[in-house]
């Protein structure tokens, strides 16, 4: 008898649909989940993570370990000691010396909290509660309904004016000491089971103080659990998620705001440096909000919408970056970034990829011919967006400079001699033919990517059957998308604005150059998205999707920031010396193509290992050398 076929879930269908669009021209991959999906359908390890109840396969062991002696000396102590010194406070009231003796126990189980547990405190005159619920550091943060509910007339508790006392002098310095140490410990994620920990001992101290008891040693059969911690440190809860982002990414959500609100303080005059770094790291959760923002819309929206949205916003950190830097003028440091984003795209990007998926596979197989078309594209996006360089390295004017001439027989000998091209405002070469030209560019490249789009729309309309998809089964709603999308690209202008205002300085105190700050950082943070659903999906044995995010990367700049810059420049400054043209240096345009070949290479060859990778690496950080030794134009 045959078996049915299996019916593929709701999240099911749209993943395979979200994989489908990852791979269409002119859209953005995102590898992170788009579907709700239910706990049964996680890993057996994720699933722990989000467990109301104690695991099965977790032993109540008194042991010390090496995570457990870094909690007690980073942060065990000093709550031991905060708690303490509340408890003594307590005491010297006299009238709050039952809460005295809690935080006193407490801060016994915050110093090691690894080989001990809290239990309900069930006093002789009262009964033994019928409602048993067992709390673990693998529950929800801070779930309300899990907390111990004890009739408080069954417990002799002080007067109302006493209590008020208690929670005046715990909460203000234990629940400040909680927010800072609780904090930290979420922050580096693997120790947040040690975080739930820190916040809960406090809730519960909080809420019901008269109510808990520590027990030092095993639990009694007969006791109530309330917590218990079996680990400091659980590497599983990098795969954790809030709001359907990483945690590690919300966790960056805070350098956002300090971004936002050192524009509008005094910080990028007196500390560039600081203030550089906090929004170099802002960058790389907004650029995932927008990421999944767009992802979300193109798999819920029509095609005609998703085109709209992925042309309008895949490339929208670097516009409003470059459109910063074109209102300052700073040509040299946006040339460097656009070169350092198509090297970081169709090298480094690439290169990654392999090394991290060779560890794990041997060999990684990708259709060739597949590969060749979309290599093709890219070559001819590539080549006309550096045309110009070539035409005014041709026909532009030059001069010569020499360190020393010596003039014998009506002939000039000279030594030290450099060709310098000439300055654009005064090359005629420039206003009679190279502008032109890059409008020219700047026109049809655009439509390349139209026809593209075009292309795919032809090819791939199944994908798109009517004007909408709905958001059932999606983790955020249509609304949601674009509300994020909105937001997270509005605060990137803020924080784009204040980068612009402190990078001459920031790069002066770190004696870096423009051109090897926008090759090596400027051009790689933005995309910090695409490496590493690239090195994702190699891990995942989907090289072909990895070196399609770097040629489609590359495409997208060539076929839209640099013709939008162009347009841009000739709007806000239309004066050679201070506006975006498509002159790039001599260097930058060797790299280029120099990228350009090896990654068609690596499209002919149709498998990859790490050697590969390893090798193009190499030849990245030899560019990178260049850059770093070039001397400042």
């Given at each position: ?201 406090f809730k519960l101290s909080f809420s019901a103080p008269l109510n808990i008891k520590l027990r030092r040693s095993l639990p009694f059969v007969n006791d109530e659990i309330l917590l218990m911690t079996f680990q400091p440190v659980n590497r599983n809860f990098l795969k954790y998620s809030v709001g359907g982002m990483s945690v590690v990414l919300v966790n960056m959500l805070p350098f956002v705001l300090l971004a936002i609100g050192s524009g509008f303080s005094s910080m990028p005059h007196e500390d560039p440096l600081l203030v550089f770094f906090i929004c170099m790291l802002s960058i790389v959760p907004l650029a995932y909000y927008i990421g ?342």
């Amino acid at each position: 008898m045959t078996p049915e076929p299996l019916t593929p879930t709701k999240s099911q269908e749209i993943e395979a649909r979200h994989r489908n669009i990852d791979s269409l021209f002119g859209f953005f991959p995102f590898k992170g989940t788009l579907a709700e999906r239910p706990l049964t359908e996680r890993s057996p390890a994720v699933q722990e993570l989000f467990q109301d109840e104690f695991p099965k396969n977790n032993k109540f062991e008194n042991h010390f370990s090496v995570g457990g002696i870094v909690y007690v000396a980073f942060c065990g102590f000093f709550l031991w000691l905060f708690y303490n010194i509340i408890a003594l406070i307590l005491l010297l009231t006299f009238v709050c010396r039952k809460y005295a003796f809690v935080c006193n126990q407490m801060a016994a189980y915050l110093l090691y909290p690894f080989n001990k547990c809290i239990i309900r405190y069930v006093p002789s005159n009262a009964s033994e509660p019928q409602d048993r619920q067992t709390i673990t550091e693998r529950a929800a943060l801070l779930p309300d309904d899990k907390l111990p509910v004890v009739e408080t007339a069954k417990v002799d508790l002080p007067a109302l004016p006493i209590r008020l006392m208690f929670y005046v002098i715990f909460g203000t310095v234990c629940g400040l000491a909680t927010t800072i140490f609780g904090s930290i410990l979420w922050f580096f994620v693997v120790t947040i089971p040690s975080a739930k920990t820190v916040f809960r001992v406090f809730k519960l101290s909080f809420s019901a103080p008269l109510n808990i008891k520590l027990r030092r040693s095993l639990p009694f059969v007969n006791d109530e659990i309330l917590l218990m911690t079996f680990q400091p440190v659980n590497r599983n809860f990098l795969k954790y998620s809030v709001g359907g982002m990483s945690v590690v990414l919300v966790n960056m959500l805070p350098f956002v705001l300090l971004a936002i609100g050192s524009g509008f303080s005094s910080m990028p005059h007196e500390d560039p440096l600081l203030v550089f770094f906090i929004c170099m790291l802002s960058i790389v959760p907004l650029a995932y909000y927008i990421g999944k923002g767009i992802s979300m819309i193109s798999n819920q929206a029509g095609f005609l919408a998703s085109a709209i949205i992925n042309a309008s916003f895949a490339s929208i950190i670097e516009l409003i970056t470059y459109y910063n830097l074109v209102k300052k003028g700073m040509h040299t440091l946006i040339h460097a970034s656009v070169t350092g984003s198509i090297l970081g795209t169709l090298v480094l990007l690439p290169s990654l990829s392999m090394i991290f998926g060779g560890i794990k596979y041997k060999e990684q197989k990708f259709n060739a011919k597949s590969a060749s078309v979309t290599s093709l594209l890219m070559l001819v996006s590539i080549s006309g967006a550096f045309i110009p360089t070539i035409f005014m390295n041709l026909y532009g004017g030059k001069s010569w400079e020499c360190s020393s001439c010596l003039v014998q027989a009506n002939t000039h000998l000279c030594r030290g001699c450099h060709d310098l091209v000439s300055d654009l405002d005064a090359d005629s070469i420039y206003y009679s033919s190279l502008r032109p030209l890059q409008m020219a560019v700047a026109v049809l490249l655009p439509l390349a990517y139209i026809v593209g789009l075009i292309f795919t729309l032809h090819t791939h309309s199944d994908l798109f059957e009517g004007e909408a998809h709905g958001s059932d089964g999606f983790q955020w709603s249509t609304k949601t998308s674009v509300v994020i999308l909105l937001l997270a690209t509005v605060a990137f202008a803020i924080v784009s604005e204040t980068l612009t205002e402190v990078i001459r300085p920031a790069l002066d105190d770190l004696g870096l150059s423009e051109q090897f700050a926008g090759v090596c950082i400027i051009g790689i943070i933005p995309n910090i998205a695409e490496f590493v659903s690239a090195i994702q999906f190699s891990m995942h044995n989907n090289i072909a999707l990895s070196i399609e995010i770097g040629s489609s990367a590359a495409m997208q700049i060539s076929l839209i920031q640099i013709p939008a810059l162009v347009w841009m420049s000739n709007v806000i400054n239309d004066t050679p010396a201070g506006s975006f043209n498509l002159v790039f240096g001599e260097l930058d345009l060797c790299c280029v193509l120099l990228s350009v070949l090896i990654f068609n290479y690596l499209s002919n060859e149709g498998k990859c290992n790490y050697f590969q990778g390893t090798a193009m690496l190499i030849v990245y950080l030899i560019f990178a050398a260049a850059f770093f030794v070039l001397p400042s134009s």
